[in-house]
């Protein structure tokens, strides 16, 4: 079996965060979004646009789309170089506003190459500038800079579509937006996981390996422009009883491992993994909190876990972090204490 997370790991510890997105993955996720480029400014913003598969997808579909202009920065780069060094502190930016000679190619002189002052960080003054042209930005912006990115798009008020890992769901700051419906999951990759280009080591063994490309699992869109799935209403089938869905022990709600088992009869609430937003209709369900969130648990009345589920849980064996004053959600199942993972609370609308 491919540990196909390790990349990530490694990613996030070592901030190594240069991973280039296929060209196809970036096709296959904007074709649902066509009619809303129509007349916009697309800024790519964590890229190298020399190289990038972003700046190639938008140039190459400039006027399918109908766009105004492409901006993609770099970022301390500015030389060809598929996985940049970050030599030089002095980026640049492209401009492409289309195929002005007519011949039916990019042409390198209808490409504006323009120097930034700075190293092409996106929180720069300059790169801030571009942002606030800019109407849509698709980017698959640095995993370890993920929520600053986030927080930057929504400061400026525009509208996106940004590659981001589903572990970042649970975050404190980025659950809000999701549970307040202003970012989503976009139609998302193939099998939940992606291959990106990469030098990296990959850890994916068998068929999942592709050389000069890392396997990333739990890769996701994030969007806040409209996503048909939204609109769909998760099917239920399953019939509620209190043996087949146990409570907490410590949180009045049942416990549902997959979306698809939620009871079609039970009202009341219900803990879900943070994945269910792949299915979330906001006409069907409301989301309630995060478990992931020990304040969020603390105010929303997650009890304590306690000593004796605590001592109970120890001679099971279990070394977890967990102790008896923290405010986390357990399971008792076949007389097993367990801990669910990565669990938010959501109810029934309709
Ligand atoms: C995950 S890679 C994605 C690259 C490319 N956009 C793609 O997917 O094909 C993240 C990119 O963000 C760039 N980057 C890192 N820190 C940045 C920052 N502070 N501001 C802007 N870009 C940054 C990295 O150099 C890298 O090219």
Avoid at 11 to 35: G, S, W
Avoid at 88 to 99: F, K, M, P, Q, V
Avoid at 300 to 311: K, L, P, Q, S, T
Wanted: aromatic content about 12%.
């Amino acid at each position: 079996m491919a540990n196909n997370n390790v990349g990530l790991g490694k990613a996030k510890v070592n901030k190594k965060d240069e991973f280039n997105t296929q060209l196809n993955d970036i096709a296959n996720e904007m074709r649902h979004y066509a009619p809303y480029f129509k007349g916009k400014t697309v800024l790519c913003n964590c890229d190298d646009p020399r190289v990038s598969n972003f700046f190639q997808y938008f140039a190459l579909k400039f006027h399918t789309l109908g766009l105004k202009k492409l901006i993609t920065t770099c970022y301390k780069n500015q030389d060809v170089d598929m996985f940049t060094e970050h030599k030089s502190e002095r980026a640049i930016y492209l401009i492409y506003e289309g195929d002005k000679n007519g011949n039916g190619s990019i042409d390198p002189e209808e490409i504006g190459i323009h120097y930034l002052k700075g190293d092409g960080d996106f929180r720069s003054k300059e790169c801030l500038a571009l942002l606030e042209e800019a109407d849509i930005i698709v980017t698959n912006p640095p995993f370890s800079l993920f929520r600053q990115f986030v927080k930057t798009l929504f400061d400026y008020n525009k509208k996106f579509i940004i590659i981001g890992h589903q572990n970042s769901m649970k975050y404190k700051d980025i659950f809000p937006l999701m549970q307040e419906n202003k970012m989503w999951l976009g139609y998302g990759f193939k099998g939940g996981a992606a291959h990106f280009i990469s030098r990296y080591e990959d850890t994916a063994v068998g068929g999942e390996h592709i050389e000069g490309m890392i396997r990333v699992s739990g890769v996701v869109w994030f969007t806040n422009l409209p996503v048909s799935k939204r609109n769909e209403e998760l099917v239920l089938t399953e019939t509620y009883s209190p043996e087949r869905y146990p409570k907490y022990g410590n949180y009045d709600a049942i416990d549902v491992e997959k979306s698809l088992d939620i009871p079609k009869d039970y009202y009341g609430l219900i803990g879900v993994p943070i994945t269910f937003f792949n299915q979330h209709n906001p006409n069907q369900f409301e989301i309630i909190g995060n478990t992931c969130d020990t304040t969020w648990c603390k105010n929303n009345g997650v009890g304590r876990i306690g000593e004796e589920v605590i001592a109970k849980l120890r001679r099971q064996g279990n070394k977890s972090h967990v102790t008896a004053n923290m405010h986390s959600i357990y399971l008792i199942k076949d007389g097993k204490v367990t801990l669910p993972y990565a669990r938010m609370i959501i109810k029934r609308k309709v």
